[in-house]
Nanobody, 116 residues
């Protein structure tokens, strides 16, 4: 059974940093696509960063140069390093894995709150 478990969310002041982690169980993801999404109350879900099957990375314009997605294959874990956080980054963040449209597997979400 595949499971994605996120950690690392929390509260931080604007300008601060957080690192989210997503550990996968029962799924060898390193050859596949992984991504981080976020959803704020009343807003649509947004993909903020992704690693594709060819190891290329993509970022939403709103987070470029501030967020970095990476992975550690040995730990079956991928990360989202978030720097220079802004109040508008406040959302619930979800990790996802798999190369189908819409991804195959999802984590339960972790809350990130940025105060001004």
């Amino acid at each position: 059974q595949v499971q994605l478990v996120e950690s690392g969310g929390g509260s931080v002041q604007a300008g601060g940093s957080l690192r989210l982690s997503c550990t996968t169980f029962g799924y060898t993801y390193h050859s596949y696509c992984v991504a981080w999404f976020r959803q704020a109350p009343g807003k649509a879900r947004e993909r903020v960063a992704a690693i594709d099957s060819d190891d290329s990375t993509r970022y939403a314009d709103s987070v470029k140069a501030r967020f970095t997605i990476s992975r550690d294959n040995a730990k079956n874990t991928f990360y989202l390093q978030m720097n220079s956080l802004k109040p508008e980054d406040t959302a619930k963040y979800y990790c996802a894995a798999g190369c189908s449209i819409g991804y195959d597997y999802w984590g339960q979400g972790t809350q990130v709150t940025v105060s001004s």
